[in-house]
């Protein structure tokens, strides 16, 4: 395969467009809030779309659906011979487990941590990063609830810990040992993964790459390790990845979350298996069926989301129909996907008008310090204050318009921003933080009682 996947229509692999189309209605009819799809079969992409304002080009927050990349890394670096899943990470990790050393490292694996088994029963990460400064010293001495490898729970100082076997075997931060043997070869030319304070790449979250190379994932997995000609991943292990290592049924409400866990992969319904993260982020395999399902999104209920994949995309790789008139309609709607802009009802006041939040709910939203709405043609300048920098955006009405907003609450700045007066005295702005899944709501009273509230549609997770 080349840098970029080969495209195809959905008719020439079997593909029913009309059912993709079921699916993009449903979305709508759901007000999900996707912001891309990308389908593959056989190795090639036969439908995808970005809901403007994101776009093809934008790396994104993949929060946990990192674990996946983090665990290729681990996979080849076991083939590397540089540790063993069965080695125990108090042997791996010699400089970081606690003296003497306590009965759990005695039992506490590799193979634990990438199948979120080491005995903990609760989150771990609001713990041991006030423990101390070193999280991953502090998730080793933190005892278990049982004994590793005997309960499942999801648990962010597992993936940590992983991360920190990976630099301290290689040398290399994750995102470094896997550019030559991994992203390279697959041609993701963008990754960037934000780090702790501590130097190591977060390995629960925090990859940031385009919806393009999240599809490539999932066809390097749906083809166990194996790009082109080479063997990237060892087999062997991207078929651990797949396997159920652990049954989390009495942990888990939804029913894609209880039908097992391998490594740093779940299980699903269906015989498939994903990569995913928080708000919507999917990397659906579907080895039966030959196929890979990718959406990025600012979603709450994944169970929905998923849903609506098993609803109609699943049946779109059975029972394919003649589609000539369905692939233009589904082509034509592609090219059509948008997320709904502020819709401008009414006039505003002529003069600029220039408030401080009332209210600020959520994380970073007390950045914002000031935001003041100027009347232009046809739409309005919105002059945000943020830790002391002006930052403007001229907004036509209905419309998206992109920009910069440095210090809200990502290392990358891209935004884009769509405002309006709605009502007399009444005035929105949604701003998307493209390069993550967060929109953050401006609302605005300009009546007697002036008021200004800043909030986030889904808040952004954050370290605690």
Not at 72 to 97: H, N, S, T
Not at 308 to 317: I, K
Request: proline residues 8%; hydrophobic residues 40%; contains cysteine.
């Amino acid at each position: 395969m080349t840098a970029q996947l080969p495209r195809s229509a959905p008719s020439e692999l079997g593909v029913d467009a009309a059912r993709i189309v079921g699916f993009l209605a449903a979305v709508d009819t759901a007000g999900m809030d996707l912001h891309s799809l990308m389908i593959l079969r056989h190795g090639a992409v036969v439908a995808e779309g970005w809901w403007a304002p994101y776009r093809s080009g934008d790396i994104q927050l993949l929060y946990s659906l990192s674990k996946t990349f983090l665990a290729m890394a681990v996979g080849i670096a076991i083939g590397e011979g540089r540790f063993a899943a069965e080695d125990l990470v108090a042997d791996v990790l010699p400089a970081l487990a606690p003296q003497p050393l306590p009965e759990h490292l005695r039992q506490l694996r590799v193979r634990h941590l990438l199948s979120m088994a080491s005995g903990h029963r609760q989150e771990t990460l609001p713990r041991i990063v006030t423990m101390g400064p070193d999280p991953v010293r502090n998730f080793l001495a933190l005892p278990p609830d049982e004994p590793p490898g005997s309960v499942f729970a999801y648990n962010q100082g597992n993936s940590l810990t992983l991360s920190q076997i990976i630099t301290s075997t290689t040398g290399q931060r994750v995102v470094d040992y896997l550019r030559p043997r991994l992203l390279d070869p697959l041609g993701i030319d963008r990754a960037e993964w934000l780090s702790t304070p501590t130097g190591i790449d977060q390995g629960f979250s925090g990859l940031h790459v385009t919806t393009e190379s999240v599809a490539k994932l999932g066809q390097l997995v749906l083809q166990d390790g194996r790009w082109d000609d080479a063997q990237l991943v060892p087999a062997e292990f991207v078929a651990e990845c797949r396997r159920p290592q652990i049954g989390n049924s009495r942990q888990q409400a939804n029913e894609d979350w209880r039908q097992g866990y391998g490594y740093q992969m779940w299980m699903c319904r269906h015989g498939a298996q994903r990569a995913d993260g928080a708000f919507g982020q999917l990397a659906v395999v579907l080895p039966d069926a030959d196929a890979v399902i990718v959406c990025t999104a600012q979603v709450i209920d994944m169970q929905a989301e998923l849903d609506l994949v098993w609803a109609h995309l699943l049946p779109a790789f059975r029972d394919a129909r003649p589609a000539a008139a369905a692939e233009q309609q589904l082509a034509d709607r592609l090219q059509r996907l948008s997320t709904p802009a502020v819709t401008a009802a009414a006039h505003g006041p002529d003069q600029p008008v220039e408030l401080s939040p009332t209210s600020a709910d959520g994380p970073f939203t007390d950045r914002i310090e000031r935001v003041r709405i100027e009347p232009l043609p046809g739409g309005n300048r919105l002059v945000l204050t943020v830790r002391g920098d002006e930052h403007a955006f001229d907004v036509p009405d209905g419309q998206w318009c992109d920009g910069a907003l440095p210090g809200l609450h990502s290392p990358f700045p891209a935004v884009s921003v769509s405002a309006g007066w709605v009502a007399d005295g009444e005035f929105h702005a949604d701003i998307v933080s493209r390069q993550t899944p967060h929109r953050l709501q401006i609302r605005a009273s300009v009546g007697d009682q002036p008021t200004l509230t800043v909030r986030w549609l889904a808040p952004p997770l954050a370290l605690p």
